[in-house]
């Protein structure tokens, strides 16, 4: 994957404190001068239906595209910005993913729309948790409240499951910390067993399972880095469950991003199953970029 000039589309949000998505795309678009940030601010079709009964058509896609233009001049320090554009009917999603692919735009950033209050992936908002269902190039979701000066100072934490799912993600990472100027940091979480060990199980006896399973688990992290020839600049082993471990690990680093690989879930995981980059996504205060494992737009 080469990221020597990118094309970034961003799903513009026009609802008040919602440009968090507009300053991180500025802030990734700074780092090549020849990159472009593609805003499209999608009018769906059940949203202008209602709108329609009471204003015009060039009334809409007139207010709609001066507000995107003051967001726009807000953040958009380095005139990486393309003219903006505003689409009407159909999905948000799938009209985002059109224009992604006539403009062969790699990344697809997007608001983490709903607040802390919201329950679960609810706080992903609709299109976010749908283009991530889809997910047919890398998307990054930012959350709620972020600005250019809340971004971490800190390095690109990728995390994986020791699977080939992952390396592709890897890849992504790498490459952005490269375009950034940011140290790659590599994480997996080993889960532990119940945390309330039997009665006949002294401290020191739990305590060095955890060890045995850390040097286990450091020994194939080390591989597995190995085998996707990656310059990684920090390896880290943790324990515990792994969304709220490798956003704690984040916090801890000031990341300013982290990138987690995704499989295809079917129609019944999905309703059971939540995959551990859509957790991420949902409550995560550092934007979340997930990379699916056969992203050929990557190439």
Known sequence: ???????????????????????????????????????VHVLVADHLQAVLQRRHLAEVQDAAKAAMLTLIAKHDTDNHFAEPRIVEGGTAEGRLELIREEEGARVLVLNRFATEARRSLRRLGRVARRSL???????????????????????????????????????????????????LVVTTVRRVPDQQAPSYMHEAATDKVAEVRTQETAAAL???????????????????????TVTSLAAERDACLIVAGSRPLSQLERMFLTSVGRGLSAISTTPVAI?????MSAK
């Open 133 to 183: 269902r889809a997910l047919n190039s890398p998307v990054i979701t930012v959350p709620p409240g972020l600005t250019a000066e809340k971004i971490g100072k800190g390095p690109v934490l990728v995390t994986t499951n020791l699977t080939e799912e992952c390396g592709r993600a890897l890849e992504f990472g790498a490459d952005l910390a490269k375009r950034l100027g940011r140290k």
């Open 222 to 244: 080390s591989k597995w880095v190995e085998d996707h020839d990656e310059a990684v600049d920090e390896q880290v082993v943790l324990l515990g469950e792994v969304v709220t």
């Open 1 to 39: 994957m080469t990221m020597n000039e990118m094309t970034w589309l961003l799903g513009v949000d026009l609802r008040p404190d919602a440009d968090g998505a507009v300053a991180f795309a500025s802030w990734l678009a700074s780092a090549r001068r020849e990159d472009t940030v593609i805003p």
């Open 291 to 295: 990379v699916p494992p056969g992203d």
